[in-house]
């Protein structure tokens, strides 16, 4: 496999003379109002939208029309277990989204464990407003995708439900004089067949998850 993927282009240029001259003059957020404007202030801010024209009218009805550039070679091999070949990409971009995101989708109620619930937190001041654990509710998502894909690629994932020693032997069966796998004196193995299921059970809910906001995975 063999994927890149550059950046979006940039699709705007902007001249930023009147900008710039003024915050040098002025400071950030000290502008006097329009009507206060020196004449030279006016001048390069007519300056600015005659170049902005310009640039609208040249440069930028070109940028309009780049496309991302996007180029993906899978090999056969990539298929041959697609699942976690594809989790290896999934994950560290989840990873990386909940790093930089600046802000959350809605998540259902019945998504997520109570105490996270819209009906958990404390009553809104407005209708409009979203909940306390609005964002809580979207790190929680996250972090139940983060957990399935993670283990998805370890390949040591199952070690914590086995304990002790493995001893299998091969045994004769008199009757149908076929061998048969036994275990052997030395055998103390006991797997976690509950807790086994309950880690099952939470990475196929993730699963589920990440379909359902399959679309609310941006930035």
């Known amino acids: 496999m063999k994927v890149y993927i550059g950046p979006y ?6 001249c930023q003379v009147f900008n710039r001259y003024m915050n040098n003059k002025y400071g950030e957020i000290d502008w006097p109002d329009d009507s206060e404007y020196t004449k030279f202030d006016k001048f390069v801010d007519k300056l600015e939208s005659v170049v902005q024209s310009f640039y609208n009218v040249t440069i930028n009805k070109i940028l309009r029309h780049r496309k991302r550039k996007i180029n993906v070679r899978i090999d056969p091999t990539d298929v041959w277990s697609m699942d976690n070949t594809l989790a290896h990409i999934i994950h560290p971009m989840l990873v990386q989204l909940k790093a ?3 802000g959350a989708p809605l998540v259902d109620d019945q998504d997520v464990p ?3 619930r819209s009906t958990a937190a404390p009553p809104k001041e407005n209708e409009w407003d979203t909940d306390e654990n609005h964002f809580k509710r979207w790190d ?3 972090d139940e995708m983060i957990h399935a894909f993670e283990c998805e690629i370890d390949d040591k994932w199952e070690d914590q439900f086995h304990s002790g020693n493995i001893d299998m032997e091969f045994v004769k069966d008199p009757d149908s004089k ?3 796998l036994v275990k052997g004196p030395k055998d103390t193995h006991v797997f976690d067949h509950d807790g086994f ?3 099952w059970d939470r990475r196929n809910n993730a699963m589920k998850l990440f379909g359902k906001y399959y679309h609310n995975l941006w930035d």
Do not use: I, Y
């Not at 282009?9 to 902007?14: A, G, I, Q, S, V």
């Open 197 to 199: 299921k309950k880690a």
């Open 100 to 102: 930089t995101k600046h």
């Open 140 to 142: 929680w998502v996250l």
């Open 9 to 14: 282009p940039t699709d705007w240029l902007r």
């Open 178 to 180: 076929m061998s048969r």
């Open 114 to 116: 109570e105490h996270l």
